[in-house]
């Protein structure tokens, strides 16, 4: 049974290698979905909103008008949720959440509320620990006060 399992973990890699790149081709061909008119008004943000109007031409798909948003341009069901590197994110907050983290699969992104200080101690344990680190920005020396 052992056999088995580590057969289907071997054939796995590639597949998922395959898939990521499905997902980026996927990804370079999906139209910049704006919302309708955004460019026309200044009081209209770009980011995407569903059309609801009655005359609506992008609810219509009348051409001419940008593409609607629809689940046929999602990527791979398998891969969705994953880093580009294939591993997937953990979000860590402290110093204690890395040792969920396994450093084959995992990847971590500290969290956006975490200070300079405890950046710093997350990154020298990640270290330690053998983990990438996807956004190590915003780190500062403290030198210790003589």
Do not use: C
């Amino acid at each position: 049974m052992a056999k088995k399992s580590a057969k289907v973990v071997d054939t796995e890699a590639p597949k998922l290698e395959r898939l990521l790149q499905l997902r980026r081709s996927i990804a370079e061909q999906r139209p910049e979905f704006v919302r309708p008119e955004s460019w026309r008004y200044v009081r209209l943000h770009p980011e995407w909103r569903k059309p609801k109007g009655m005359d609506n031409k992008v609810r219509k798909s009348i051409k001419g008008w940008p593409r609607r948003v629809k689940v046929g341009y999602r990527g791979p069901h398998q891969v969705r949720g994953y880093h580009s590197s294939g591993h997937t994110e953990v979000l860590v907050y402290n110093i204690h959440d890395l040792l969920k983290v396994v450093p084959e699969k995992d990847v971590v992104r500290m969290g956006r509320t975490v200070g300079g200080r405890k950046r710093v101690e997350i990154m020298k344990r990640a270290s330690e620990l053998g983990l990438r680190v996807l956004n190590p920005q915003r780190l500062r020396v403290i030198e210790s006060k003589k």
